[in-house]
């Protein structure tokens, strides 16, 4: 029996986070894309637009989940047909991930030696082919690390769920494990969300390394 | 081989720095001829690695001209300005291989962003390496690759798009002396064979030496002097180029230097002769040679010499007696 709703509250868990890290990257990434070519000494510098969209980032990114929460209730009530539940969090989740994912990406691309990027400028590479065929191969092992921090970071916002009437392991280790005083199901909750972070960090690394043709 | 294929005509590149600005070219007009190879030397500083980046665009020239094959680079823009690159290849110091790929998706890049067939693309890169000579690494990642089999596959993907022009940025700086002569051996054989023109900037003169037809030597973002390569070497004109020849003093030996020395310039103002054994035979001195950088041009000696200054005054003014009785220029030089 208890077996049965840890079970049904990692199911929930994952059904939060992947989708939300998934679209929070479809739009984070474009994204970050912009915020490294437009920035001064990048492959198309628009230094305005390059200020002002960092300053957007900056604010979605400080506002804390549980606010973001709270104040995307009517929008989240639009989008997702309800403003409550498992389903719903995962608008919220993706905007609070998503300029997080930007500045993650942005990193990534950051470390992309600027040589290369000039010698591919020097073949007369357009714009275009430089970001599909020179910054985001050059970069994806970095990315791939980024990725699985990003999806570690959602799963752990996933956990205020339980604010939203949601579900999952985190509302789970609260509601049933903390309010009900069941505390073998807390921990139970808890130690399930500890190993899934580990396996994806694992993951990641693991792939970061083995898309990586720098080493060896 | 007679008409300009390059040419630059007043160009200026001033630099904002905080507080001012540093003027990186100085009104530089040069004539790059079809067919050479066509090298600018000047010390770190003097605006050459700025001078090359511009004729490709990769740094933006304040002011001049530059034409190639009649046509303004300055005035390109877009997509003109994508289709005169693919034109100039350019080889770097650091290579700048894409780290992610293989040797041949590397060399295939050009002709990928140029949409070439991909069965055509593997042909030719297939050509490619076999002119630099890395046929076997197709698969390999430049991470597995030494620093001279690198430039090789720079080198190959440069090719790739049929250039005109090579320009190469500082492209043995970074090797050994060994493999600094293969690949100028490499370079000057593409110039022959596929006449392709090769525009080169170094620090060391011996590149220039070696490959080299005509030159110019760069100082403080000016041309200082030009020519061919003989003239230049053999009838220096200018101060910088001395300094680069090491006619003049050299400021490098001296910050070494650990005691006091006597500095014998060559400035190839005489006949070859063994001055050094005549100097230990007809003085009776134990000579100390401590550094010596000397080179025949012309069949006559070109640098200078530092020798040990012996303790005893005597020797001292003996020694220096019979050098400047040999009409060479000598001079004290003490430790700093």
Known sequence: MKWDILWEALGETVYMTVPSTLIAYALGLPLGVLLVITRKGGIKPLPTFNTVLGAVVNFLRSIPFIILLAMLFPVTRIVMGKAIGTQSIIFPLTVSAFPYVARMVEGSFSEVDGGIIEAAQSMGSTTLQIIRKVLIPEALPSLINGFAICMTTILAYTAMASAAGGGGLGSLAIIKGLNLRKFDIMYAASVILVILVQVITMLGAYFTRKFDHRIR | ?336
């Open chain 2, 1 to 336: 081989m007679s008409e300009p294929l390059i040419e630059l005509r007043n160009l200026k590149k001033v630099y904002a720095v905080p507080g001012g600005e540093v003027v990186a070219l100085d009104g530089v007009s040069l004539k790059i001829l079809r067919g050479e190879i066509y090298g600018i030397i000047g010390m770190s500083g003097a605006g050459k690695s700025t001078l090359i980046r511009c004729i490709n665009r990769l740094d933006q020239p304040t002011d001049g001209a530059i034409l190639i094959d009649g046509e303004n680079m300055l005035s390109m823009r877009g997509n003109d300005l994508v289709r005169m690159r693919r034109r100039v290849s350019m080889i770097f110091q650091q290579f700048n291989l894409l780290m992610q790929k293989t040797v041949a998706r590397n060399v295939r890049y050009p002709l990928e962003i140029a949409g070439v067939p991909k069965h055509r693309a593997n042909a030719r890169v297939k050509e490619l390496l076999q002119i630099v000579g890395l046929e076997d690494k197709v698969d390999a990642y430049p991470a597995q690759l030494s620093g001279g089999q690198r430039q090789r596959v720079a080198i190959a993907r440069a090719l790739a798009s049929d250039p005109q022009v090579l320009l190469c940025d500082e492209a043995t700086s970074a090797l050994d002396p060994m493999t600094t002569q293969s690949i100028l051996a490499l370079l000057k054989d593409i110039n022959e064979r596929l006449g392709i023109t090769v525009v080169l900037i170094t620090h060391e003169m011996a590149v220039i030496r070696q490959i080299c037809t005509r030159v110019a030597i760069l100082d403080g973002g000016r041309i200082a002097e030009e020519g061919t390569v003989d003239d230049v070497f053999v009838h220096t004109r200018s101060a910088a180029g001395k300094r680069l020849f090491g006619i003049l003093p050299e400021n490098d030996a001296d910050e070494q230097l650990k005691v006091p020395a006597l500095r014998i310039v060559f400035d190839g103002g005489r006949e070859n002769r063994p001055i050094i054994a005549e100097l230990v035979r007809k003085c009776g001195v134990d000579v100390n040679i401590l550094s010596a950088n000397i080179r025949r041009i012309g069949g006559k000696p070109y640098g200078q010499m530092l020798i040990g200054m012996p303790e005893d005054a005597e020797v001292r003014d003996k020694i220096m007696k019979f050098l400047l009785g040999e009409g060479l220029t000598v001079k004290e030089v003490w430790p700093q």
